[in-house]
């Protein structure tokens, strides 16, 4: 059965950090691409960043670039998302998401709000 399971969030002032995870359960992260996503209130769901399947590779969004980082633990089986310097319109519900030969599954979310 497959999950994703995102821990991390919480509230963190401006220009604070915060690390993501996501950890997999029924299949393995080094053998797909694994992305990461936020959704704010009354927002379209925005890409972040992606990690191919063997990491050498690393993709994110212009809104994130040189601030956030993706990568991955293979023997946790978990991909994480380093944020810094993070700002108020950072505030969202992150999620990440894999897709599969079966189709798209996506975590539960964790909320991530940034205000002082």
């Known amino acids: 059965q497959v999950q994703l399971v995102e821990s991390g969030g919480g509230l963190v002032q401006p220009g604070g950090s915060l690390r993501l995870s996501c950890a997999a359960s029924g299949f393995t992260v080094t053998s797909y691409v694994m992305k990461w996503y936020r959704q704010a209130p009354g927002n379209e769901r925005e890409f972040l960043a992606w990690i191919s399947s063997n990491g050498a590779f690393t993709n994110y969004a212009d809104s994130v670039k040189g601030r956030f980082t993706i990568s991955r633990d293979n023997v946790k089986n978990t991909v994480y998302l380093q944020m810094n310097k993070l700002k108020p319109e950072d505030t969202a519900i992150y999620y990440c998401?894999?897709?599969?030969?079966?189709?798209?599954?996506w975590g539960q979310g964790t909320q991530v709000t940034v205000s002082s």
């Open positions: 998401n894999v897709v599969l030969g079966d189709g798209q599954y």
